[in-house]
């Protein structure tokens, strides 16, 4: 921050002494803290950035990172917790690798005797938000006359995976609490 664009960009919009000198104390307190500048690259060439905007994107860079922690922690938490039942397997989905945005949970109904279905309804009536994938758009009748290339990977997870809770506002109590409820049932159709 001492040489960053950040405190170029805060000068420039202070109108006021005291304005500048909360600008200023704003970007000592962030640089105390070890914060990179996350809004560099979008300042290149534009120095009008004010302090707020800086404090925000310091805001969303911090809460990306607890979601994307919370979120791992979620996905061991269920993959420590049902690794021993067979005809389970857990898979975590994300967007560029930047962190796990769904948990998804493939049953194989041969090993288990009930289907994904059954396991959805089961977990929701217990009052867990467990849902299943959405339909593959080839397979919807708007989409019928689409070309489309398949090769059975969409309909295989339509009806083999569902999603398990794994919102940055669940606990990981929460989370022990769903691979219970699936123990249990586990046990129930066993």
């Known amino acids: 921050f001492a040489e960053g664009i ?5 000068m420039l919009l202070c109108p006021t002494e005291e304005r ?3 600008g200023r104390s704003l970007l ?51 993959k420590n917790g049902l690794q021993n039942i067979l005809g389970l397997d857990l898979f975590q989905s994300s967007s560029l690798g930047v962190a796990p945005l769904q948990i998804l949970l493939s049953v194989d109904d041969s090993l288990l005797h009930f289907s994904k279905n059954e396991l959805v309804v089961r977990l929701q009536e217990k009052g867990v938000e467990a849902v299943s994938l959405r339909k593959p758009l080839h397979t919807l009748p708007f989409f019928e006359k689409c070309p489309c290339y398949l090769n059975g990977l969409a309909e295989g997870w339509y ?23 699936i123990h249990t049932i586990v046990r129930h159709f066993n």
Not at 36 to 51: Q, T
Not at 52 to 58: K, V
Not at 160 to 166: D, I, S, V
């Open 159 to 181: 009806d083999k995976a569902m999603l398990l809770p794994c919102g940055s506002g669940l606990s990981l109590e929460n989370a022990r609490e769903v691979v219970k409820e």
């Open 28 to 78: 000592r307190s962030l640089s105390e803290r070890g914060v990179p500048d996350p809004v560099i690259p979008a300042l290149i060439g534009d120095l009008r950035l004010p302090s707020i905007l800086l404090f925000r994107a310091y805001v969303e860079l911090t809460t990306r990172e607890e979601k994307k922690k919370k979120r791992e922690s979620l996905f061991n938490t269920y």
């Open 6 to 10: 950040g405190a170029s960009g805060t």
């Open 20 to 22: 500048c000198q909360k």
